[in-house]
């Protein structure tokens, strides 16, 4: 099946520092990639959607030179945080989906847990 | 995209079935039901998705309604590891970049 893959799994930061979270899919190629977060007890937030060689979409509310998103190749995109602060702490998920045949489903990496001190 | 209605939570004996509902009355035509479920901790898991006939596959049956209204997840012999968060959602299917839109869900437990 398909196997995404995120990296770190979590992280531990201290406020004003930025963190690179990965996401990888590993057995498919992806052109397109989206980025969740998800607050404690609640549901997942679509926060982007990242294009192989484009510039992302964001969310409403979802500032983009905040979250940097770059997607430079078809089995990679990165969320770049920068100067995080502690209401940035979160699960983040990201999501890919398959070029070719699949392309009816989306698949979810494992989750990158922030925490901002 | 369609808003899907689910109960917040709901419990199933371990080795019984569980039959998740989910309501989608504004669904349209081209949109499909697509079912993920979370376990705590962990990114979303892609269970099944249906357009309008039923679908089986190893982990789960869906069950469409006729008028594409309402449909159920079936779960056929729960165990413990079934515990999570079910989402039913719609979309229109083959649609490149439309992401997946979670609502909150139904919360599974699973009891020995």
């Known amino acids: 099946g398909a196997v995404v893959s995120q990296h770190p799994s979590w992280v531990i930061c201290k406020s004003g520092t930025s963190v690179k979270i990965e996401c990888r899919s590993l057995?498919?190629?992806?052109?397109?990639m989206f980025w969740y977060r998800q607050f404690p007890k609640q549901s997942l937030m679509l926060m982007a959607t990242?294009?192989?060689?484009?510039?992302?979409?964001?969310e409403q509310g979802v500032e983009k030179d905040k979250f940097l998103i770059n997607h430079a190749s078809l089995t990679l995109s990165t969320l770049t945080v920068t100067s995080a602060h502690p209401e940035d702490s979160s699960f983040y998920i990201c999501?890919?989906?398959?070029?070719?045949?699949?392309?009816?489903?989306?698949?979810f990496g494992p989750g990158t847990r922030l925490t901002v001190l | 995209d369609a808003k899907t209605t689910q109960p917040t939570s709901m419990d199933c004996a371990e080795g019984r079935a569980a039959n998740l509902p989910c309501n989608h009355s504004t669904i349209s035509g081209n949109e499909y039901v697509y079912w993920y479920r979370q376990i705590h901790s962990q990114g979303p898991q892609y269970i099944i998705h249906g357009l309008k006939n039923n679908e089986t596959n190893e982990m789960a049956s869906l069950i469409i309604t006729e008028d594409r209204k309402s449909s159920t997840l079936i779960l056929p012999h729960a165990t413990l590891r079934d515990t999570a968060v079910y989402y039913c959602?719609?979309?229109?299917?083959?649609?490149?970049?439309?992401?997946?839109?979670f609502g909150k869900g139904t919360r599974l437990s699973v009891i020995a």
């Open positions: 999501s890919a989906r398959p070029r070719g045949p699949l392309t009816d489903t989306q698949y």
């Open positions: 959602i719609v979309r229109v299917g083959r649609s490149g970049n439309t992401p997946l839109v």
């Open positions: 057995d498919f190629q992806a052109t397109t």
């Open positions: 990242s294009n192989e060689g484009s510039k992302a979409t964001y």
